[in-house]
T-cell receptor, first 110, second 116 residues
Framework: QKEVEQDPGPLSVPEGAIVSLNCTYS??????FMWYRQYSRKGPELLMY??SSGNKEDGRFTAQVDKSSKYISLFIRDSQPSDSATYLC??????????WGAGTKLIIKP | GAVVSQHPSWVICKSGTSVKIECRSL??????MFWYRQFPKQSLMLMAT?????????EQGVEKDKFLINHASLTLSTLTVTSAHPEDSSFYIC????????????FGDGTRLSIL
């Protein structure tokens, strides 16, 4: 079993929909949780960074961390075609080494 | 946000040659940088951790003599693929941490390496 599980998709939704992306993990020592967006042939771009449990909002993006369930989510409101990309979750414990999810390919249909 | 620049973005070379990839933190000093390799439709695989002024720490299975890493300054790390062969063709990405080690990694745009 992988330390971090993420559905690779693809996830296809119409423009304007609310998108929900999720990861589950098994290591209770993880404290730092990140979401990255990666366009084809580009490096990952940091979207959200959260420490411990709770919610964090930035524009159309909301990140949620539920440590009791070992479950993290990223919500995208008013999705746009330009949001089409692969979304990667990553997490770490007190060591800075990241453990990555497989990435979910998101397609926003105009 | 923090800017990490990677160069070149794409390189094609003949088998047996060595290729150097540069990773620069443009607006901050990075004591720690990382080098990743990514295969098509897969997640990132950490190759090594690069600390300024000391030897890099390689992940299990990564050949130190094949992938030479130098972190000569607080803003520059280089990865040299020595005697490259077609199986070394891949997408190589660097990242850097701005500030304390619990801060998130910021990534360059990657280098697409094609060995003929």
């Amino acid at each position: 079993q992988k330390e971090v599980e993420q559905d690779p998709g693809p996830l296809s939704v119409p423009e304007g929909a609310i998108v929900s992306l999720n990861c589950t993990y098994s290591n209770s020592a993880f404290q730092y949780f990140m979401w990255y967006r990666q366009y084809s042939r580009k490096g990952p771009e940091l979207l959200m960074y959260t420490y411990s449990s709770g919610n964090k909002e930035d524009g159309r993006f909301t990140a949620q961390v539920d440590k009791s369930s070992k479950y993290i989510s990223l919500f995208i409101r008013d999705s746009q075609p330009s949001d089409s990309a692969t979304y990667l979750c990553a997490m770490s414990d007190s060591n800075y080494q990241l453990i990555w999810g497989a990435g979910t390919k998101l397609i926003i249909k105009p | 946000g923090a800017v990490v620049s990677q160069h070149p973005s794409w390189v094609i070379c003949k088998s047996g040659t060595s290729v150097k990839i540069e990773c620069r933190s443009l607006d901050f000093q990075a004591t720690t940088m990382f080098w990743y390799r990514q295969f098509p439709k897969q997640s990132l695989m950490l190759m090594a951790t690069s600390n300024e002024g000391s030897k890099a720490t390689y992940e299990q299975g990564v050949e130190k003599d094949k992938f030479l890493i130098n972190h000569a300054s607080l803003t520059l790390s280089t990865l040299t693929v020595t005697s490259a062969h077609p199986e070394d063709s891949s997408f190589y990405i660097c990242s850097a941490i701005r500030g304390p080690s619990n801060q998130p990694q910021h990534f360059g745009d990657g280098t697409r390496l094609s060995i003929l």
